[in-house]
């Protein structure tokens, strides 16, 4: 068993790992494709956590209570506050819009479909988010 520092610093770094991989829906593979879900899956493994989540969604789609139910499935737990390091963001993109994103201290490791790769960048101010928290190992 790791420490929780040390658990984070693993979410951590293998978000950042991500870091340049083409974007595609459903991506499920770093180096390959990665959507944002696929982000906060590579993130987890990272820390040798299993995080699973619904497969059928769509970019066009209102997901926005999937996601939550699918972090809460998952084990996540619903923080109050800003995300820290190693936190997951649900972040509100549009009225209607969810995304995930790994908080990396003052940037977040997402899927970025406007570049059309995953990238460590600060996030909006004004993209309202909710923090997760990955369970304990």
Not at 85 to 102: E, K, N, P, Y
């Amino acid at each position: 068993m790791t420490d929780r520092h040390s658990r984070h610093a693993d979410i951590v770094r293998a978000a950042r790992a991500c870091v340049g991989t083409p974007c595609r829906v459903q991506g499920r593979v770093p180096g390959l494709a990665l959507d944002c879900v696929g982000v906060a899956i590579a993130a987890a493994k990272g820390a040798g956590l299993s995080f699973c989540t619904p497969q059928d969604y769509c970019l066009a789609a209102d997901n926005r209570d999937r996601l939550a139910a699918g972090l809460a499935a998952a084990g996540c737990m619903l923080r109050t506050g800003e995300p820290l390091a190693g936190d997951l963001a649900l972040i509100a993109v549009s009225a209607a819009q969810r995304h995930l994103a790994v908080c990396c201290g003052d940037t977040f490791v997402h899927a970025h479909f406007g570049l059309g790769r995953v990238v460590d960048a600060p996030l909006p101010p004004e993209w309202a988010r909710t923090a997760w928290r990955f369970p304990e190992i």
